[in-house]
């Protein structure tokens, strides 16, 4: 089965068709498919002997592939949509079918250069130093929990007496998987900030908060968490006073920007990020708005020996790759074993430069504008945070929870989009989610206008 049969290159040839063809039309939105009508289509995929790549094919591309919602289809507007570009999907196959090892600088060297650059170009829309770096990891989550591990590990290092409990300070628009990484994976504690009327977690409510606690609690304290656009809201922290809290009292201050942060692209939106170059850490997904296919999320420290102390392992069969001078993208973060998930996103950067990704940007942020206004405009809605970025929260007068998820159902089953309920303040409502820049105003006038 290692060979490159007839059989074997006729497969292949058939796969690369259908990947050619899916990138040159138009994204179906598709819908899921219940497990028994599925196991009734599909049945038992897995036997001794196989189905054979003809077969194996067929399942996959009539079966199963319409059973999966396209997630870069322009009116994909639930949780935080995706965008690659043609470029990048395309790059993804090769990189697939290359078998890069990206853990190390001895194994692939060249996957490594080409991540960095394409990191560095993050950094310096952050504003970090030149010597800031880091790794691509697998997603947001993996990426908060990376960052906040060094950040104890520092703490760790620097401080002559441990406290009883480590915490760190969040609000509750943090993304999900801060407090359980948190909570579940570090044992840390978790200090909940209030957002100010917008949801915004602000120097001035931090140092707030942080007076309150005991001094044993206050002792605690090595981090605080400021987001860079929140996924149910897309709205931007203080992170200018967050940062002056955090050097204040000598914390790790880690900007999670998953989402919202590739708004740094566009220069119109950068006043939002001011603080941002304060960062001990950041993180931003590409396969989120800066349209890279997913898994991918880069990782970014200001001081990176920090990070490898933190992360590095060691064993006698690593020795030939510990060495001094290279750079392994593996010592950044909680994994070893790597694929080298940040090529397709610096492929696609190369390719159509960065004047090209300002621009796509700046198109959504504008096409969130106009579908605020919309909204504004509308009789039947009412926007419910104004939008610092390309998130529209927002709901139906007199619409109840049980309206807002037959609607939702109603949209997917008639393939005009995929949009689900939300909550905001105790009440149920939803959201739109803009990364993709070929979804149009049009696009939001006809979710709004199926809401009548």
Request: glycine share 8%.
């Amino acid at each position: 089965m290692h060979e490159f049969t007839p059989s074997v290159e006729a497969t292949v040839r058939e796969l690369a068709r259908l990947s050619v063809e899916r990138l040159a039309s138009d994204a179906p939105l598709n819908g899921p498919v219940a497990p028994e009508l599925l196991d009734d289509a599909a049945g038992k995929t897995v036997t001794p002997a196989g189905l054979g790549g003809d077969e194996a094919v067929r399942l996959w591309t009539d079966v199963l592939a319409p059973a999966c919602i396209s997630v870069d289809h322009p009116r994909y507007l639930s949780f935080i949509p995706g965008a690659p570009t043609k470029l990048a999907a395309a790059f993804d196959m090769l990189v697939g079918v290359s078998s890069v090892y990206g853990g190390t600088w001895l194994e692939g060297a060249g996957a490594a250069f080409a991540e960095n650059q394409a990191l560095r170009w993050i950094a310096d829309l952050a504003g970090l130093p030149d010597t800031a770096g880091g790794t691509f990891v697998q997603g947001g989550s993996t990426g908060n929990l990376s960052a906040l591990v060094a950040a104890r590990e520092t703490a760790k290092a620097r401080r002559a007496h441990p406290p009883r409990r480590w915490a760190v300070c969040v609000t509750e628009e943090t993304h999900s998987s801060v407090a359980h990484a948190l909570r579940v994976v570090m044992d840390v504690d978790v200090v909940l900030v209030p957002g100010d009327e917008r949801g915004r977690m602000t120097g001035t409510a931090l140092r707030a908060t942080v007076a309150e606690l005991s001094a044993e609690q206050r002792e605690g304290v090595f981090a605080v968490v400021a987001t860079a656009g929140s996924t149910n809201l897309g709205i931007v922290d203080d992170i200018a006073g967050i940062g002056e809290v955090a050097r204040e009292n000598g914390w790790w201050l880690h900007v999670d920007g998953a989402y919202g942060g590739a708004g740094l692209a566009a220069p119109a939106a950068r006043h939002l990020y001011d603080g941002i170059e304060q960062a001990d850490s950041f993180i931003v997904d590409p396969h989120k708005w800066l349209f890279g296919p997913f898994d991918s999320c880069a990782l970014l420290y200001r001081d990176p020996n920090l990070a490898r102390t933190a992360h590095t392992q060691h064993a006698a069969y690593l020795d030939p790759v510990t060495v001094d001078g290279e750079w392994n993208p593996s010592d950044y973060g909680l994994h070893l074993t790597r694929r080298a998930r940040g090529l397709p996103f610096w492929f696609s950067l190369a390719a159509h430069g960065t004047d090209a990704y300002r621009d796509a940007v700046e198109r959504t942020l504008a096409v969130a504008q106009a579908g605020a206004e919309l909204i504004r405009n509308a009789d039947h809605l009412d926007l419910l945070v104004e939008p610092d970025l390309t998130v529209l929260t927002f709901e139906r007068t007199g619409w109840q929870p049980d309206d807002y998820s037959s609607w939702s159902a109603e949209l997917l089953d008639a393939q005009r989009a995929f949009v689900t309920p939300t909550s905001h303040r105790g009440r149920t409502c939803t959201r739109l989610a803009l990364v993709n820049p070929t979804t149009t105003e049009d696009d939001l006038r006809l979710v709004f206008d199926s809401m009548r």
